[in-house]
């Protein structure tokens, strides 16, 4: 994202002036600054996820291969067939936890620090929180 654009002698780039400037706030806005200020705010709950190979892994079946990526835009795996757009592919790999290693391998089998799932309460039986209903020609000044 932060490559230059001044190009070769053969072919000069385009736009190098604002490439330059949004290079700069790209860089200077401190993301390692964001993450250790995150990590002192919620402690044990900030998962780092190295984003490697999540833009050529299947977020269906998990299979990892260059050739997945048909284009900048389009993903589709090679072994089960899945198409979806290679951005949402990608951010679902990394919501999921699921980096991979250049060897193919996960990078980390299960966090140890996830916070837990909560369950969703049991069907049936449901009790209401919050402010009660009025009934039929019940006065609200009452």
């Known amino acids: 994202m932060t490559r230059s654009a001044r190009g070769t002698v053969e072919m000069p780039g385009h ?3 604002q490439k330059a400037g949004l290079n700069r706030s790209i860089l200077g806005s401190g993301w390692g600054s964001l993450v250790h200020r995150l990590e002192q705010k919620a ?22 291969a260059s050739g997945n990526r048909e ?21 679902v790999n990394i919501a999921a936890g699921r980096a991979v290693t250049a060897r193919g391998g996960t990078a980390s089998a299960v966090p140890v620090n996830r916070e837990p799932q909560h369950r969703a309460p049991p069907s049936g039986g449901c009790v209401g929180v919050g402010i009660p209903r009025l009934q039929a020609g019940e006065d609200v000044n009452a």
């Open 15 to 17: 736009n190098v002036r």
């Open 43 to 64: 402690p044990g709950r900030v998962e780092k996820i190295p984003a490697a190979y999540t833009s050529q892994r299947c977020s269906a079946c998990g299979h990892t």
């Open 71 to 91: 284009s900048q835009a389009v993903f589709r795996c090679a072994a089960c067939g899945h198409t979806a757009n290679a951005d949402v592919n990608a951010a």
